[in-house]
Structures are given as structure tokens and as C-alpha cells.
């Protein structure tokens, strides 16, 4: 029996009569909530990426899916997402753009010669650098999400996660 035969079964059982094509039917996934506008511009690839990358927009995780939704509004459909707004909107001011550009000269051509490259790590510091960012990401992972997400969930997300930065060797 899978997720949305339980909950159909549970509706049918507490006399609610919600049958199971309903429960097939839900609305969009980023379906704006009550007091929402929908206008968001970023909001929706964060929440697409999210579920990807944790295998959440999989038939079987629907509930799971859900709930991560309705959280995801909350945080990035009000305060969080009107501050990296206006946050954004200043940094683009013409004077943050200057003081960037010239921050950015200063670092790459102090004194106004090209900086010199720095000593290139060993193929072994690599490796090593690369397995142990590895490990924390595979440990810190399952630790954070697992009780929204799901322990497996979490950790295969951990691995994408890993695998979709080009780390050279």
C-alpha cells in the first residue's frame, strides 16, 4: 500500500470522503500560499532544485514533498526573499558596482602589475582535499535534513550534491 492509499484510506475511515483521485489532483506543487503573492521570480527554481536534489518530486514522496513546500513558502515567500530583494537592489547601485570593480582591480593587479599565481597543490592534496569535503558534506547532510527529508533522501542528495561540483583531480 502506497502513501496516497494510506491517506485516502485514513479520509475514508474519519468520514471525510476524500476520494482517492482527489488526493492524485493536488494543485501545483508551488502553488503560492494564502497571503502570497505569486510573483516571485527565484523562488520556484529554489524550491524545483531542492526537491530534485533530494528526490522529493518522486510519486512516492508526495506527502514528504508537500510539507517541504509549504515550508519552503514560509521561509522564501516573505521575509527572507524581501531582504535578498533589497539587499540585491543596493549592491547594484552604482556605487557598490564601483567600489566592487575596484576592490576586484586592487586584488588581481596590486601595485598595478598582474598578481602572481600561487604555489599549485600536489595531485595527493587534491585527492585528499576533495575525499574529506566528501566526508563532511556525506556526515552533515544526513545529520541537518534527515528528519524533514528523510535519512536516504538525504544522503543521496548529499552525493548529487558532491557529484555536480567539477572538482579536478
Given at each position: 500500500m502506497n502513501d496516497e492509499e494510506l491517506v485516502a484510506q485514513a479520509f475514508k475511515?474519519?468520514?471525510k470522503g476524500l476520494p482517492e483521485e482527489t488526493l492524485m489532483k493536488f494543485p501545483g506543487i508551488l502553488k503560492t500560499?494564502?497571503?502570497?503573492?505569486?510573483?516571485s521570480s527565484f523562488s520556484g527554481p529554489i524550491y524545483d532544485l531542492i526537491l530534485a536534489v533530494f528526490e522529493l518530486n518522486k510519486k512516492k514522496n508526495w506527502l514528504r514533498r508537500q510539507a517541504i513546500v509549504i515550508i519552503l513558502q514560509q521561509v522564501f515567500g516573505g521575509t527572507i526573499e524581501r531582504k535578498l530583494r533589497d539587499t540585491v537592489r543596493s549592491y547594484v547601485d552604482e556605487?557598490?558596482?564601483?567600489?566592487?570593480?575596484?576592490?576586484?582591480?586592487?586584488?588581481?593587479?596590486?601595485g598595478g602589475s598582474l598578481k602572481s599565481s600561487g604555489v599549485p597543490?600536489?595531485?595527493e592534496e587534491k585527492a585528499r582535499t576533495r575525499d574529506e569535503a566528501n566526508r563532511k558534506l556525506s556526515a552533515l547532510m544526513p545529520d541537518l535534513a534527515a528528519n524533514m527529508i528523510g535519512r536516504s533522501n538525504a544522503r543521496r542528495g548529499a552525493r548529487r550534491i558532491f557529484a555536480s561540483y567539477r572538482i579536478d583531480g
Open positions: 475511515t474519519t468520514g500560499l494564502e497571503g502570497e503573492t505569486s510573483s556605487s557598490h558596482l564601483l567600489r566592487f570593480v575596484t576592490i576586484f582591480k586592487d586584488n588581481m593587479w596590486p597543490h600536489s595531485t
